[in-house]
Structure formats: C-alpha cells, structure tokens
C-alpha cells in the first residue's frame, strides 16, 4: 500500500453501479471505501466521516439518486470542509451543481463502462500522489499466482501513459506479467486493468 485512500460517495441504489466501476480500481495498492460497502441503509456517520477526513480524494457518483440523497451532499460538503479533493462522476452535467459545479470531472456513459473505467483510472492517476502523472511507472497491481501449488506474488506494473494503454485496448493487446516461480502467465485488459485470462506454467519445484 502507498497509504493513499480514495473515498467513494453514492446513493444506495447506485450501489451495483459503482461496484462495477470500481471493481478493478480497488486491486492498486491504495484503498478505496465504497460508502455502503461500509454502512448501513441509515449511516451512522462516525466512522464514514473518520474516512473521508482521512481521504486524499472523495469521488462523487452523481446521478439522478443521488440527486435526492442527503447523505451524497453532506459527505461532498464534510469533504470540501476537510479539504478534501472532490472527483464527480455523473450522469449528465445537470447533475453537477454546488460544491462541484465548476470543477473538471468524468461523464460515465453506461452504455460503455469500459470507457468510463479507464478515464476515471487516468483521472486517478492525475490526482494521486505521490503515484503521480500519467508518466510516472510506479502503478501496479499485485497478487498471489493462482495456480495450485505456488501461491507466489505475482506483480503487473502499469508503465504506459494512458493514450497507450487505451490504444493497445482498441487493438486488443493484453498487457501480461508472468510468475517468477512456476512461469504461469496472465492477461489483463489495457483499458480496465481487469483480469481476462492465464496461462498455466509448470508446477513449483517440490510441490
């Protein structure tokens, strides 16, 4: 972990929505709480407050729910208060009002969630530091090889900048990282940073 900590506020019924946003931005090494993932339908704020005082970014999911839901509002407005960084995504710019009406954010297009996924990962990689600017090689995504018997840590590193990665997405190139023990390699999607598919190398030596 870098020790970054990316706060995410939503409406309930937006909750499948951001998970699938989400889903391959919570494999970096920093953390990212996903408000309902962590609260109750009621939110008690304690803890969820203790969260976003201690984020360096809350993203906004700004949709027609969360138009209508008081606790999206309150936790942009505790954010702006702690001077936290705001990053509204949204539905349609009608959406993007008060605190964040003039700031620069991500349109999420639902009909192509990939899209939207590898622009709010670029506006990701802007805002975090010290992660750094789309040149900078220092993102990653770690995990242990899932291949019987080796369980060793495998690591992908993200060296391209953004326009790369999403050209070689349109091209259908995978970005790959192999095991370092049993030689298993595996395959992501350039634009997602997703998981697509491995390829089994031999067995660990004496397992």
């Known amino acids: 972990m870098t020790g970054e900590q990316v706060y995410v506020a939503h409406a309930p019924g937006d909750l499948e929505l951001v998970q699938d946003l989400f ?14 993932e962590e609260a109750d339908a009621d939110r008690s704020r304690d803890l969820l407050k203790g969260r976003i005082a201690d ?21 942009i407005g505790y954010a702006v208060a702690k001077d936290v960084p705001v990053l509204p995504l949204y539905d349609h710019e009608q959406l993007r009002g008060g605190y964040v009406a003039d700031v620069d954010g991500v349109e999420i297009d639902r009909e192509n969630l990939t899209a939207t996924i590898f622009v709010i990962l670029g506006r990701l990689r802007d805002e ?5 600017g789309l040149a900078v090689p220092n993102w990653f995504v770690r995990f242990p090889c899932t291949l019987p018997g080796c369980g060793h840590r495998v690591t992908l ?6 326009t790369k990665l999403w050209k070689r997405h349109k091209h259908g190139q995978r970005l790959e990282t192999t095991c370092d023990v049993c030689g298993t390699t595996y395959y992501f999607d350039p634009a997602t940073l997703g998981f697509v598919r491995r390829e089994d190398g031999r067995a660990p030596p004496g397992r």
């Open 23 to 36: 889903s391959t931005v919570k494999n970096f090494p920093f953390g990212v709480h996903i408000a309902l």
């Open 128 to 132: 975090l530091t010290p992660l750094g």
């Open 55 to 75: 984020s360096d970014l809350l993203v906004a999911v700004l949709t027609d729910d969360a138009a209508e839901n008081q606790w999206v509002n309150q936790e």
């Open 157 to 162: 590193e993200i060296d391209d900048e953004q």
